[in-house]
């Protein structure tokens, strides 16, 4: 067969890039677990009628079909036929699988109910940088059965933020995670008199896009404002402080509406939090143009952006929604965000920007002195597992400068050297002892199987960073 | 929206069943890598035309198609139109793969190359106990370019015994290893005189669902042997022997060729080596009758059986393979073992075999005093967690006895009481100290938050079983 090429928009990794991956997921999932988040996976597949249930066919979803399925054969239930009520898609998204979860299990899970989830999406939409048709998401969210306090979506914002802090400490870049309240917007356009106020975030949503004297007209044109409303929205859209300040300026602003007392509280909880955290490298701003397209959010809204990776847009993003799901019985509130694990590891790991210190777990590999003593060998590796040293064993009894090639190649630091049967023409160990070589500086020392270790820092591949 | 009701065929977990099969999935990757076996991850879809390669078009494959792609489009480049080269599917085992990705990275891998893979895969075939229509499986394999030396095969073998040795330590049941070698049976019928060794091994390969007497027949009407060669076939087959006294047995039939030789050596060494495990629940067999069906093997094969639940199949497959993918400039022989984790785990959770001690990750909760002093709760689960103790804080400062039976329903062993701020009702805490309480005990102490742990038994869930 011919050598098979890549397919766009399906990122895979090689072995030194799948252990920096490993890693990010594996310090997201402790700090998860810390935090006292359950983890769950959902099967990849969910009835279409559900993932297009939202309106969101623009997510462009992916159709599974059994391929021996009879076109449109209502006897087989996950037949595939995109005709059919039962027809099944693989999920955009962690929301809609977990929302689905949640009501099927409601009767099994203990509410408020926390759980993370990273697993892989799909999207049939046209690759770009930061944009993939198969992704992995690392979500968390908070769910309660009827009701949810506030003080959720400041435990939310917290768990992600020092989520976002153990990554930045593996040299990924620093991160702004820029935080508003929906319901703060809200409030007020409503005192200042707009009869729409989703149709004003709606626009003001587009600031990214769209210069400022072009969304001071569509204010008017599309959400009924008048020129000096209009220019009050954009002048609160313009306030960003790194701390509480934002109150101050949203009241020079002189709107007063509850709704907007309401938001002011809730992003100054948020904000104060967060001040309290020891996270270097995340930096977290109150941003009161921030809005999210998405209509579900109720109050806080969360975006972040990976510093010198802005045009990726959003890395993680989230907030409060009223109701995740409702069973007629009980509406499920939540709040939540979702981190982009492909949207960061990808553009850095294509780049170089992020590289693991070897390509196999192994610290040691244990050279073999003959064929026939490959047993010797082997015991060493055994012996060395027991006390949790990733080790595996030379492939041939070759020349030891050749297994120490094949130690250098992969990156493992520490070569073994069982002690030599008969006089041997290579002189890398001394008969009668065991001897292990730092590959790196060519230290080699007497050791003992049952005591030696690799130094803490060499026990594990590292990640390192190259700016 | 109405209760959502499972898909069949598309297991789901609770969360403290994933939390079994985290800590299952967790010891194999543990296993894995001390062994030097690097992580990989591919891909869900294939292009169609290497999955139905190799005519395992009855493994049912899911084919994957764009909502809104043109039918047929050329221009779409993974339309998912089942008619086009380009259209993709759901892979159906992590082999296909892996064999893609050791093509298209040749270049950039070190070989021998040992990888493990733990993944979903998806088959449309009708569901029933132990088989899915999405499953995880945990693959290892160790692939050479050109050439692999005999010895990793018994390094795979001696891998995954490990491995399941530390699933059984969960009270997973005893399992038990089979193992044949190719070479043994096609020398064996050769030497024997059959014309067509693998029409032999088709036959012989039916002795688990057809009577011996039909099996005897059918190697007479479909292998063309004669009366005698086909009892000595079945005699062969039923050879079974918990070490290398098969060697002695074989001979005793009278059959000699120097490919049975190479066979009976390559046995005995897996046998051996094996036998010096430390593997306790995992006995290892030589069985002779063990063929397993693919072509593709042509050295040691592997099958595996789970005490009790032997009507699954084989939970832990694979051998020795010449060719896994040849590129025209190699061939890439390799040998690996896939063990089922959804075949093992979904019959033993849905009958409640097997149990997590709690449905959280947390070992403590803290109570919440009073909705005022929610940080001060908030501060003694930061300071617990920067320690490695995963703690969650009550939702709400109701009565002691609500907050205890948070946690009891929950299974977090310990709840934490911050010292009250004013003289309350409720007795639980003395004023001005902390306290902990074992909840199942009931005993409570005085705590340090710098200092107190819970016993290493209970900082992390413990996985029991219900026999």
């Known amino acids: 067969m011919s050598k098979p090429t890549p397919l766009s928009g399906f990122p895979e990794f090689l072995p030194s890039q799948r252990i920096v991956e490993q890693?990010?997921?594996?310090?997201?999932?402790?700090?998860?677990?810390?935090?006292?988040?359950?983890?769950?996976?959902?099967?990849?597949?969910?009835?279409?009628?559900?993932?297009?249930?939202?309106?969101?066919?623009?997510?462009?979803?992916y159709v599974v079909r059994r391929l021996h399925a009879e076109p449109g054969s209502a006897a087989d239930d996950v037949s595939g036929d995109s005709g059919s009520r039962d027809t099944l898609g693989l999920h955009y998204d962690l929301t809609v699988p977990f929302a689905r979860y949640v009501l099927e299990n409601s009767g099994k899970l203990d509410f408020p109910f926390r759980r993370y989830q990273i697993q892989k999406a799909w999207r049939g939409e046209r690759p770009q940088e930061g944009r993939f048709r198969e992704f992995t998401q690392a979500d968390i969210d908070i769910v309660g059965a009827g009701e949810l306090a506030f003080h959720y979506d400041v435990e939310v914002a917290t768990v992600m933020v020092t989520a976002l802090s153990r990554l930045t400490e593996l040299q990924i870049p620093p991160m702004r995670l820029q935080v508003n309240n929906r319901k703060l917007l809200e409030g007020f356009y409503l005192g200042l008199g707009a009869n729409d106020p989703h149709a004003v975030m709606r626009v003001v949503d587009k600031l990214d896009k769209v210069p400022a004297d072009v969304i001071a007209r569509m204010l008017q044109t599309d959400a009924g404002l008048d020129?000096?409303?209009?220019?009050?929205?954009?002048?609160?859209?313009?306030?960003?402080?790194?701390?509480?300040?934002?109150?101050?300026?949203?009241?020079?602003?002189?709107?007063?509406?509850?709704?907007?007392?309401?938001?002011?509280?809730?992003?100054?909880?948020?904000?104060?939090?967060?001040a309290e955290l020891d996270a270097p490298n995340v930096t977290v701003t109150a941003d009161l143009r921030i809005a999210r397209g998405l209509d579900y959010y109720t109050g806080t809204v969360f975006e972040t952006q990976m510093s010198g990776f802005e045009h990726l847009g959003s890395i993680c993003s989230?907030?409060?929604?009223?109701?995740?799901?409702?069973?007629?019985?009980?509406?499920?509130?939540?709040?939540?965000?979702?981190?982009?694990?492909?949207?960061?590891?990808?553009?850095?790991?294509?780049?170089?920007?992020?590289?693991?210190?070897?390509?196999?777990p192994s610290a040691v590999l244990v050279a073999v002195v003959s064929d026939e003593t490959r047993d010797v060998s082997e015991a060493v590796a055994r012996a060395l597992?027991?006390?949790?040293?990733a080790t595996e064993v030379a492939p041939a009894a070759s020349r030891y400068g050749k297994q120490i090639r094949f130690a250098q190649r992969r990156g493992i630091p520490f070569v073994w050297f069982p002690p030599a049967a008969t006089d041997s023409s290579d002189d890398a160990a001394a008969p009668g002892e065991h001897q292990v070589r730092d590959i790196r500086s060519g230290?080699?020392?007497?050791?003992?199987?049952g005591s030696w270790a690799p130094p803490d820092a060499d026990l594990r591949p590292t990640v390192t960073a190259h700016p």
Chains 1, 2 share one sequence.
């Not at 810390?34 to 769950?40: K, T």
């Not at 597992?385 to 040293?389: L, N």
């Open 318 to 360: 989230g907030g409060r929604y009223d109701a995740l799901a409702d069973d007629g019985r009980n509406v499920y509130p939540g709040v939540g965000i979702s981190l982009g694990v492909s949207r960061i590891l990808v553009p850095l790991l294509t780049r170089g920007r992020l590289e693991a210190s070897r390509s196999v």
């Open 227 to 274: 020129a000096d409303q209009a220019a009050t929205c954009l002048a609160l859209a313009a306030i960003s402080s790194p701390d509480a300040g934002f109150v101050a300026r949203v009241r020079a602003l002189g709107v007063e509406h509850d709704l907007l007392e309401t938001g002011l509280a809730e992003l100054t909880a948020v904000m104060t939090a967060l």
């Open 385 to 389: 597992r027991t006390r949790g040293i």
């Open 443 to 449: 230290d080699q020392v007497a050791a003992d199987v």
């Open 23 to 61: 890693e990010v997921i594996d310090r997201l999932r402790t700090v998860f677990e810390l935090h006292g988040f359950a983890g769950i996976e959902t099967r990849a597949a969910e009835p279409m009628a559900e993932l297009l249930r939202k309106g969101e066919i623009d997510k462009e979803v």
